[in-house]
């Protein structure tokens, strides 16, 4: 079992940063790998970036490559997901999440455990 405490969202002007942080507790974190989505209001939660057991893999969706970079501290049971020059269509609620496994996936269904989520809210 693994439960997901995200942090770090917060109201940001275009062009500025964010870093969101997710907490872990359970043993089997280092053994997972871990994704972030996001939900906007009035759409489907949609895939963000993943990120491998060991932290050697990651992928990120084409909207957010480049300027998103997501890392993992296996020592500290945390995820991170840092946000670079956002944008007002980057405003949703941004979800932790894990597959309960250490392969990398996409769809929101391959993920069985979720944080309660952070708001990231970006203005123009």
């Known amino acids: 079992q693994v439960q997901l405490v995200e942090s770090g969202g917060g109201l940001v002007q275009a062009g500025g940063s964010l870093r969101l942080s997710c907490a872990a507790s359970?043993?089997?974190?280092?053994?997972?790998?871990m994704g972030w989505f996001r939900q906007a209001p009035g759409k489907e939660r949609e895939f963000v970036a993943a990120i491998s057991w060991s932290g050697e893999e990651t992928t990120y969706a084409d909207s957010v490559k480049g300027r998103f970079t997501i890392s993992r501290d296996n020592a500290k049971n945390t995820v991170y997901l840092q946000m670079n020059s956002l944008k007002p269509e980057d405003t949703a609620v941004y979800y932790c999440?894990?597959?309960?496994?250490?392969?990398?996936?996409?769809?929101?269904?391959?993920?069985?455990?979720w944080g309660q989520g952070t708001q990231v809210t970006v203005s123009s």
């Open positions: 999440a894990s597959p309960g496994q250490r392969f990398l996936f996409m769809r929101p269904t391959q993920y069985v455990y």
């Open positions: 359970g043993r089997t974190f280092s053994s997972y790998a």
